[in-house]
């Protein structure tokens, strides 16, 4: 399919992008099929069909074929004399398939360990994912920590240490699109979610190589994160440590933990191969 064009009030011609959804490769009932299983989130784990349909933004008919074939695929399970659905182990097939085939991860999992070693603190390997970031490898430290991140876990990007290392080593105009795209919510009561004062910040991590954030996602909380570099200078991922300002401040951070972050990170670069 062709972009749409439509004229400005200055007489150029604006290129819309084209839903993907309207192309004729697009398969419906495949998108259908995913939004049942991510329906099953946060405090959504256990659901009737009718409740799976409304988390799905789906109609009770189609949601009803969907959930049969994911049961009989073993991907959802029924609960035991209840007309309830949850999520089957076969889901973490698919996990665990992304998590053996990263490289990165392999790479990176002897600094962590070495990092959480040396420091007693948990160290984390992280990735974009949009407007998120996802938790790809973690070590647990001595001291616990923020333990309901595991692997998988998402937090927004513009909020996180890792995130604004990351977008750091993109183009700026990246950075607008990024911030755009992000839900306007302050996760705690000193989120910064002024746009001007996001750009600034990443701005700063783009001169520093790295970037510290307190009390932005998590309160409490000081994370330190810096780049990872893959081929053609482009971020691929970044490491991190999180401590909790109750016995960390935000200058022993730049002086005890951002020496090892920024020693694993451009080890780990390919760059620096």
């Known amino acids: 399919m062709r972009n749409r064009e439509t004229e400005t009030d200055t007489g150029t011609a604006e290129k819309n992008e084209v ?31 009718a409740e799976i349909a409304r988390a799905a933004a789906l109609d009770r008919s189609a949601t009803q074929r969907i959930v049969y074939t994911l049961e009989n695929l073993r991907y959802v399970r029924r609960l035991p004399k209840s007309n309830r659905y949850a999520l089957a182990p076969a889901v973490l097939r ?4 992304y998590l053996r ?15 959480t070693h040396a420091l007693g603190e948990t160290s984390n390997l992280q990735e974009l ?12 430290g001595k001291y616990i920590f923020n333990p ?87 971020p691929i991922g970044a490491i991190n440590i999180a401590v909790p300002s109750t016995r960390w401040t935000v ?7 951002l020496p090892h972050v920024l020693l694993a990170s451009t080890s780990i670069s390919e760059i620096s191969r």
């Open 19 to 49: 839903d993907p959804r309207e192309s004729s490769l697009f398969v419906g009932s495949i998108a259908k099929t995913f939004q049942v299983l991510e329906a099953f989130r946060d405090t959504h784990r256990e659901m009737s069909i």
């Open 94 to 97: 698919l996990s665990y398939n």
């Open 101 to 115: 085939s990263r490289q990165l991860i392999d790479r990176a999992s002897p600094y962590l360990v070495e990092m």
């Open 129 to 140: 994912d949009g407007h998120e970031i996802v938790f790809i490898a973690r070590v647990p």
């Open 148 to 234: 309901e991140f595991a692997v998988g876990s998402r937090l927004p990007a513009i909020y996180s240490a890792s995130g604004r290392a990351m977008l750091a080593r993109l183009d700026p105009a990246q950075w607008a699109e990024l911030i755009a795209a992000t839900p306007v919510a302050k996760i705690t009561a000193q989120t910064e979610t002024d746009p001007d004062v996001l750009m600034r910040r990443i701005e700063q991590a783009a001169k520093d190589g790295f970037a510290i954030v307190q009390n932005q996602a998590v309160i409490g909380d000081i994370s330190v994160a810096a780049p990872i570099m893959g081929h053609g200078r482009h």
């Open 251 to 257: 200058g022993r951070v730049e002086a005890e933990l």
